[in-house]
C-alpha cells in the first residue's frame, strides 16, 4: 500500500502500521464469526428450508447425510448455546461487517494525518533554524556586506545622510560631585537606523528578527560622548550589548554603559541652587551631510521609577539638539538637559541651625558679670574656634571659585558676630578698668579738696578772732519791697521753674536707669548689647532669606 503526502514525507513503518489498521477490519469480521456458537446441524437444514424451500435435491441429501453422523459434546453444547442466542441474519451481519470497517478505516486516516501534522511541526521547526543560519550566511557572508561602508539615505538613496535615532533609558545616578563638578550615569543606550543591505526574508512573518552579539559585524555610527570623562562597558557575565536587524533592513543597536560626565555649576546660590548636568552625543568622522542624529519620535528618554539621590533631585529633563561647527564641517549633536534641584534640609541640619546656635550661645556672655573674666574669654574664644572650623569644613567640600557664594555670606556673618561678642567683651574690660582708675583719681581729688577746705576753715576762724571786736557787720534785710531789682528777679526765676515738663524719651528714660558714673559704664555696654546684636541678627536674616529665596524663584 503506497500513501503519498504533500506537506512531507512519513516513515514506512507508519505507513505500513496505518495500512494493516486499514486491513483489519475484515479479519476481525472474521473473527467475529468464529467466535459465535455454531448451531446443530438439523437446526441448520431447518433454517435453510424455511428460508430457501426451492434449494437443490442435492443439499438435501447432503444435509440429510450429515444428520446422520454422531455429535460430540461439544457440538451439543454449542447447539444449546445457539437456541439461547439467535443468529443474526446475513443482512445484518454484512452491514454490521461494513459499518465496522468504515470505522476503523476513519481511525486509520485520523492516525495518519496526526502524523504527518506532527512530521511537518517537526521539520518547521528544524527549518526555521537552518533558515535563520542561511539568512545569516547570505547577509553577512564574505565577500557580500562591507560593514566599512555606511548605509545609503532614505529610500536606497545614495546622495542623502544616514538616518540615525537615538534613545535611552536612564538606569540610575549614583552621585554629584560639587567639587569636581561631574557626575555618574548609568544607562541603556540604544541606536536605529536603516540599512538596505540587509534585508531578508521573513519566512511569511515567522522571522521577525535575527539577534547578534558582534557590533563589529555591520556598519556602526561612529557616535561619541563630548563631555565624557570617564566610562566602561559591562561585561557580567556576558557583553551587555545586542544588535538585531529586521527583515525590512532597520538595525537596532542596544547597549548598557556606566559613564562620568562633565557638569560645569554655578555656585552663587549654593546651597539653594539648581543646576543643569547635560548629556552630549555627537558623530566624530561623519559630517551632517552623511549622518544626521534624530530623538526618537515619542518618549525619546526614560527615566527608572523611584531614582533617588543623596543631595538631589532630578525635577526634569529636556532634550535638544546641539550641532556643531568645525573647521573640518558640521557634525550632528544630541544633548540631554538634566535639571537638578539641591535638598536644602540636609544643610539646613549640617549648616545654618548649628552657626545659629554658636551665634546665640556667644550672646551668653552678655549675662555674664563683668568680672568673671576667664568665663566670658573661654566662652568667647571656643566659639569663635567652632564657627572658624565649621566654615573651613564646608568650604572644603567646594571647589575654590572667585565668586561669593551664598554660604559664605552665611558664614561670614555668623563669624562676624561672634567675634563681636568676644570685642565686646574687650571693650566691657577696658572700661570696667578705665571707670575704676577714675574713680579712683576722683576719690583721691575729694580727699585732698575736703582736706584744702578744711585748712580753710581753720585760717579764716584764726582770722575772725584777730580782728577787733568793736567792729560792725551788714545785714541783708528779711522782707524787700516790690521794686526792688533783687525781689524781680527771684519772681523770674520760679517762672521759669513753673513752666510745662517736656514729654519724656523712652531711650533716654531707660538709659536714665543707668547713672553715667564711670564705674557703671561697662554694665551699660552689656545691657545695650543684649539688645543690639540679636535685632541685628535677626534683621540679617530677614534680609538673607528674602534676598536668596527670591532670586532662586528668578532662576526658576
Known amino acids: 500500500m503506497r500513501v503519498f503526502c504533500s506537506c512531507g514525507s512519513v516513515s514506512a513503518s507508519h505507513i ?63 447447539s444449546l448455546h445457539h437456541r439461547r442466542l439467535p443468529r443474526p441474519s446475513d443482512k445484518d451481519a454484512s452491514h454490521t461487517t461494513l459499518k465496522m470497517g468504515s470505522g476503523h478505516f476513519f481511525w486509520a486516516i485520523f492516525y495518519f494525518a496526526s502524523l504527518c501534522s506532527a512530521s511537518l511541526a517537526n521539520n518547521a ?110 561585561n557580567i557575565i556576558m557583553p551587555n550589548v545586542y544588535i538585531r536587524i529586521f527583515p525590512n533592513g532597520s538595525v537596532l543597536y542596544s547597549i548598557r554603559i556606566s559613564l562620568t560626565l562633565a557638569c560645569p555649576m554655578n555656585l552663587k546660590l549654593y546651597p539653594l541652587d539648581r543646576q543643569i548636568c547635560s548629556l552630549r552625543m555627537a558623530s566624530y568622522g561623519w559630517t551632517t551631510n552623511d549622518l544626521v542624529f534624530l530623538w526618537k519620535e515619542g518618549d525619546p528618554v526614560q527615566v527608572v521609577k523611584n531614582l533617588h539621590l543623596p543631595r538631589f533631585t532630578l525635577e526634569k529633563f529636556l532634550t535638544d539638539y546641539c550641532n556643531s561647527k568645525t573647521n573640518t564641517g558640521e557634525y550632528s549633536c544630541l544633548k540631554v538637559d538634566l535639571l537638578f534641584k539641591r535638598e536644602f534640609s540636609y544643610y539646613l541640619i549640617q549648616i545654618y541651625i548649628p552657626c545659629c546656635m554658636l551665634v546665640i550661645v556667644s550672646w551668653v556672655s552678655f549675662w555674664l558679670d563683668q568680672g568673671a573674666v576667664p568665663a566670658r574669654v573661654s566662652l568667647g574664644v571656643t566659639t569663635l574656634l567652632t564657627m572658624a572650623t ?16 551664598a554660604i559664605d555670606v552665611w558664614t561670614g556673618v555668623c563669624l562676624t558676630f561672634v567675634f563681636g561678642a568676644l570685642l565686646e567683651f574687650a571693650l566691657v574690660n577696658y572700661a570696667s578698668r578705665s571707670g575704676l582708675n577714675k574713680a579712683n583719681m576722683h576719690k583721691e581729688n575729694m580727699k585732698k579738696k575736703r582736706r584744702d577746705l578744711e585748712q580753710a576753715s581753720l585760717d579764716a576762724a584764726s582770722d ?18 516790690p521794686g526792688d531789682p533783687l525781689a524781680l528777679e527771684k519772681r523770674l526765676q520760679c517762672e521759669v521753674h513753673m513752666q510745662a515738663p517736656k514729654r519724656p524719651n523712652c531711650c533716654k528714660t531707660w538709659l536714665s536707669k543707668f547713672p553715667t558714673r564711670q564705674c557703671s559704664r561697662s554694665k551699660r555696654i552689656d545691657v545695650i548689647s543684649r539688645i543690639t546684636f540679636p535685632l541685628v541678627f535677626a534683621l540679617f536674616n530677614l534680609v538673607y532669606w528674602s534676598t536668596y529665596l527670591f532670586r532662586e524663584e528668578e532662576d526658576e
Open 390 to 405: 565649621q566654615t573651613s569644613g564646608i568650604n572644603a567640600s567646594l571647589p575654590p571659585v572667585s565668586y561669593t557664594k
Open 16 to 78: 505500513s502500521s496505518a495500512a494493516g489498521a486499514a486491513e483489519a477490519a475484515p479479519f476481525e469480521e472474521v473473527q467475529w464469526k468464529s467466535a459465535q456458537p455454531k448451531p446443530s446441524r438439523k437446526i441448520q437444514q431447518r433454517q435453510k428450508a424455511e428460508t430457501a424451500p426451492e434449494a437443490a435435491p442435492e443439499e438435501a441429501e447432503a444435509a440429510a447425510a450429515t444428520e446422520e453422523k454422531p455429535r460430540s459434546n461439544s457440538e451439543a453444547s454449542r
Open 125 to 234: 521547526k528544524i527549518n526555521f533554524r537552518e533558515k535563520e543560519k542561511k539568512v545569516l550566511d547570505q547577509i553577512l557572508g564574505a565577500g557580500k556586506y562591507d560593514a566599512r561602508i555606511r548605509p545609503s539615505g532614505i529610500n536606497g538613496t545614495a546622495n542623502l545622510a544616514t538616518i540615525v535615532k537615538v534613545n535611552m533609558y536612564l538606569r540610575s545616578i549614583s552621585k554629584i560631585d560639587d567639587y569636581k563638578m561631574e557626575y555618574s550615569v548609568q544607562l541603556t543606550f540604544r541606536e536605529q537606523w536603516t540599512d538596505e543591505r540587509l534585508k531578508f526574508d521573513d519566512i511569511q512573518g515567522r522571522l521577525k528578527y535575527l539577534t547578534l552579539t558582534e557590533a563589529n559585524r555591520v556598519w556602526m555610527p561612529d557616535l561619541f560622548f563630548s563631555n565624557e570623562k570617564e566610562g566602561h562597558f559591562h
Open 464 to 481: 575772725l578772732l584777730d580782728t577787733d571786736s568793736n567792729a560792725t557787720f551788714a545785714m541783708k534785710p528779711l522782707v524787700r519791697h
